[in-house]
C-alpha cells in the first residue's frame, strides 16, 4: 500500500493527465477520419463534431453524478477512482479497433465515463488528505512530536500547500488536454488517426493499476473537530508517559498529581486500548498507529453512508447554493474564450493565425480553454 | 490569446496562493478574493472584446490585457474547489464535486448555444459586452459567500464533533 503523501498526489496528478488527454484525440485529425469511413464533409462535422461529443457529455455527466455517490459510499476510493479509470481507458484503447463510425460513437460515449467519474472523487479524496486551514505543527500539541521527527517538515510543507495542491490537480487537466491534442496533431498524419488512443491508453492502464494500491485517507482526518479529539486521545496517555518517567526520576516540568490521579480514572474509564497504561514503548507504538495510519479514527468519527437526506442537507447549505448559483450566469463569457474567441479575433478585427504556428497555438489554447470551460464554475 | 493562456497558467497557481493565504487570515476572505477576481477580469475582458486593433501598439495593450483576463478569470477555481469542501461533510464532499462538475458541463453545452442565440439577435459585439453581465453577476454571488462561509464551515464542524462526541460517549 502506497502511503507517501506526495506519491498518492503525483501518482493522481499523472493519471489526470493522461485520462484528460484523451479527450481531444479525436478533433485534430476529424478530416481523416471522416474519410476512412466515407463522410461528406456535412456528416463529418455533425456526426463526429456533433453528435460523438454531445454522446461524450451525455454520459459523462451522469457518470460524474453516479460516481460522485459512489465516492461517499464506497471505503476504498481510490480503486473506485482505478474502477473509472479503467472503464474511460479500455473504450480509449478499443477506438484503436473502430472498424466503422457507430463503433466510435460507442467507445467515445464510454471513455466519458472515465473523465465525467474522475473529478469528483479526487476532490472527495483530496479534501481528505489535507486540512481546510495549513496547520502549524510547533504550535500544535508538542506531545506528538516524537513521532513525528524528520516527517515533521515534509508533514509541514504538505499542509502549507494544501492550496496549491488543488491548484496542480486543476492544472493537470488542461495539462492533459493540451498533450493530447498536440499528441493527436502531430502523431495522426504521420502515423494515423488511431496510433494516440493506443499511446494515451496503455500507461492510463498502468498506472489505474497503482491507484488500486494507493492508500484511502481516513474520511473526516483532517477536519479540525477531528484532529482536536485525535490530539485529546494522544494529549491523554502522553501525559501517563510523563507521570510514568517522573516515577522513574525523570522531570518535564510541574505536573499537578491530583490531576494526574483523575486523568488516569478518566483513561481507565475512556481508553479502550489496554496497551496505553502498559509501558512506553507500547504506548508510543499506539499513538503512532493513531497519528500515521488514524486506524482508531474510524471509531473516532462515524461515517454515514450517502442518502437522499445527506445529499439535500448539502443542497440546502447556503455557500453550496451559491457556488452553484454562481456558475450559472459566469459560463456565457467562457463561451466566449472557449468558442467564439479565436474566430472573433480573426474574423471581426483582422487578426490572422500563422499557419506555420497554428498547431502549437491549438496546445496552448486548448489548455486556457479547458481551463476556463471545463473546470471553473 | 497565447497571453491569455499564459496568464491562466500563473492564475491557477496566484489562486491557490491567495486562497491559502487569505484562509489563513479569515476564513470569509476567500469568497471576496474570487468576486473581485471575476469582476476586475471584466475590464480587460471588454478592451479584448472593444478594441479595434488597428495599430501595433493595440495588439500589445491587448496582449497585456488578454494576460490579465486569463488570470484574472482563472484564480477562482482552487478556491471554489477548497470553499466546497470545507462548507460540506468529508461523507458527502463527492457529491458535493459531482454537483459542481454537472454545473461545469451543463455550461460547457448551454453555455456557446446561448452565447449564439445572443449573437444572432444582437450581433458579436454586442452580445460578447451583454455576456460579460454574467461574470459580474458571479463576482456579486461570489462576495455574497463572505455572509454564509464562517457559519456554513462552523456547522460542519460542530456536527463532526457531535458526531464524534456521541460516538464516544459511553451508553
Not at chain 1, 493522481?12 to 469511413?37: C, G, K, M, R, W
Not at chain 1, 494515451?200 to 494500491?213: D, E, K, Q, R
Not at chain 2, 493565504?21 to 478592451?47: H, V
Request: aromatic share 8%.
Amino acid at each position: 500500500m502506497i502511503r507517501k503523501r506526495w506519491l498518492i498526489i503525483t501518482i493522481y496528478v499523472t493519471t489526470l493527465i493522461l485520462l484528460y488527454a484523451d479527450h481531444n484525440l479525436l478533433s485534430p485529425n476529424l478530416t481523416q477520419i471522416s474519410e476512412e469511413f466515407g463522410m461528406t464533409n456535412e456528416q463529418r462535422d455533425v456526426r463526429l463534431g456533433g453528435h460523438i461529443s454531445l454522446a461524450f457529455y451525455a454520459v459523462g455527466v451522469p457518470s460524474s453524478f453516479i460516481f460522485g455517490w459512489l465516492s461517499d459510499s464506497i471505503q476504498h476510493r481510490a480503486l473506485l477512482f482505478s474502477v473509472a479509470v479503467l472503464i474511460g481507458e479500455i473504450a480509449c484503447f478499443l477506438t484503436f479497433f473502430v472498424s466503422n463510425v457507430e463503433m466510435l460513437l460507442v467507445s467515445r460515449s464510454i471513455t466519458g465515463i472515465g473523465i465525467g467519474a474522475s473529478l469528483p472523487i479526487i476532490y472527495s479524496i483530496l479534501g481528505d488528505l489535507f486540512q481546510a486551514e495549513g496547520r502549524n505543527i510547533a504550535a500544535g500539541k508538542i506531545c506528538i512530536t516524537f513521532l513525528i521527527q524528520v516527517k515533521e517538515l515534509k508533514y509541514l510543507i504538505c499542509q502549507q500547500f494544501s492550496s496549491t495542491i488543488i491548484a496542480i490537480i486543476s492544472s493537470a487537466t488542461g495539462l492533459g488536454l493540451g498533450i493530447g491534442q498536440g499528441m493527436a496533431g502531430f502523431l495522426g498524419p504521420n502515423f494515423g488517426w488511431r496510433l494516440p488512443f493506443l499511446l494515451v491508453s496503455i500507461p492510463t492502464f498502468f498506472l489505474a493499476g497503482i491507484c488500486c494500491f494507493l492508500e484511502d485517507p481516513l474520511r473526516g482526518g483532517k477536519e479540525r473537530s477531528v484532529i482536536a479529539a485525535q490530539e485529546q486521545l494522544v494529549d491523554e496517555p502522553n501525559r501517563m508517559i510523563h507521570n510514568e518517567d517522573e516515577e522513574k526520576g525523570v522531570s518535564y516540568g510541574q505536573v499537578d498529581d491530583d490531576e494526574i490521579q483523575d486523568q488516569s480514572e478518566t483513561d481507565e474509564d475512556t481508553c479502550t486500548s489496554p496497551i496505553i497504561h502498559n509501558d512506553i514503548v507500547d504506548c508510543k507504538t499506539h499513538l503512532s498507529i493513531i497519528v500515521e495510519e488514524g486506524h482508531t479514527m474510524n471509531e473516532l468519527y462515524p461515517v454515514e453512508s450517502a442518502s437522499i437526506k445527506s445529499t439535500c442537507n448539502l443542497l440546502l447549505t447556503p455557500t453550496v447554493i451559491l457556488l452553484l448559483i454562481q456558475g450559472a450566469p459566469s459560463v456565457l463569457p467562457f463561451g466566449i474564450t472557449s468558442t467564439f474567441l479565436n474566430d472573433y479575433l480573426a474574423q471581426d478585427k483582422g487578426l490572422q493565425v500563422e499557419v506555420r504556428k497554428k498547431e502549437t497555438f491549438l496546445i496552448l489554447y486548448s489548455i486556457e480553454a479547458e481551463l476556463c470551460n471545463n473546470e471553473i464554475f | 490569446l497565447l497571453t491569455f493562456g499564459a496568464g491562466n497558467a500563473l492564475g491557477v497557481i496566484v489562486g491557490g496562493s491567495i486562497g491559502h493565504y487569505l484562509y489563513k487570515r479569515d476564513n470569509r476572505l476567500p469568497p471576496i478574493a474570487m468576486g473581485i477576481s471575476i469582476l476586475l477580469g471584466c475590464i480587460p475582458m471588454w478592451f479584448i472584446i472593444n478594441m479595434d486593433y488597428k495599430d501595433k501598439l493595440q495588439i500589445v495593450y491587448a496582449s497585456v490585457a488578454m494576460f490579465f483576463a486569463g488570470l484574472l478569470s482563472i484564480v477562482p477555481i482552487p478556491i471554489e474547489r477548497a470553499i466546497l469542501s470545507n462548507v460540506s461533510l468529508p461523507e458527502a464532499r463527492g457529491r458535493a464535486n459531482s454537483f459542481l462538475s454537472l454545473i461545469d458541463d451543463i455550461g460547457k453545452a448551454l453555455g456557446p448555444f446561448l452565447l449564439s442565440t445572443m449573437i444572432s439577435s444582437l450581433g458579436r459585439q454586442k452580445a460578447f459586452n451583454c455576456s460579460l453581465i454574467g461574470w459580474i453577476i458571479g463576482g456579486i454571488v461570489s462576495c455574497l459567500q463572505y455572509f454564509t462561509v464562517r457559519k456554513d464551515e462552523d456547522a460542519i464542524q460542530k456536527i463532526i464533533a457531535e458526531k464524534i462526541e456521541q460516538r464516544n460517549t459511553p451508553s
